[in-house]
């Protein structure tokens, strides 16, 4: 890609809600973002269309498709550059279900993937909508 030589990037996250903790939450986000290079979707991500091309777009898979793209993108070489600026993402679900659950069940699920779990498995645990 043009452009530093990077092959897309993402924002900062923000999460829309007063409360301490998701602002803690956000903030880790991008923390870990940062030093892993590997942001997710909720951070608005935008990668070269030519690279994306390149390495295969996105796989066809319920959930973790973003982990999986970056994933592939970081073990290809390619550079992630994350914005400063805050793109901002509901907080509903959060509200709606708690953050220490919603919290807890993200590390789980994203713990299993990463153990080799099928995504169309993960998928029965996380809610659409």
Request: hydrophobic content about 40%; aromatic content about 10%; proline content about 4%.
């Amino acid at each position: 890609m043009d452009g530093g030589g990077f092959a897309g990037g993402a924002f900062d996250l923000g999460i829309e809600s007063n409360g301490l903790a998701l602002r803690l939450i956000a903030r880790a986000a991008s923390l870990r973002s940062r030093l892993t290079r590997v942001p997710y979707g909720d951070q608005a991500l935008f990668i070269s269309r030519d690279y994306l091309q390149r390495i295969g777009s996105y796989r066809e898979m319920p959930l973790m498709e973003d982990v999986d793209l970056m994933r592939r993108i970081k073990r290809d070489g390619g550079r992630i550059f994350i914005i400063p600026e805050r793109v901002l993402t509901s907080g509903r679900r959060w509200a709606r279900e708690g953050v220490l659950r919603c919290t807890l069940r993200n590390w789980t699920i994203m713990l299993l993937y990463l153990g080799g779990v099928s995504p169309r498995k993960l998928a029965r645990w996380y809610p659409s909508g």
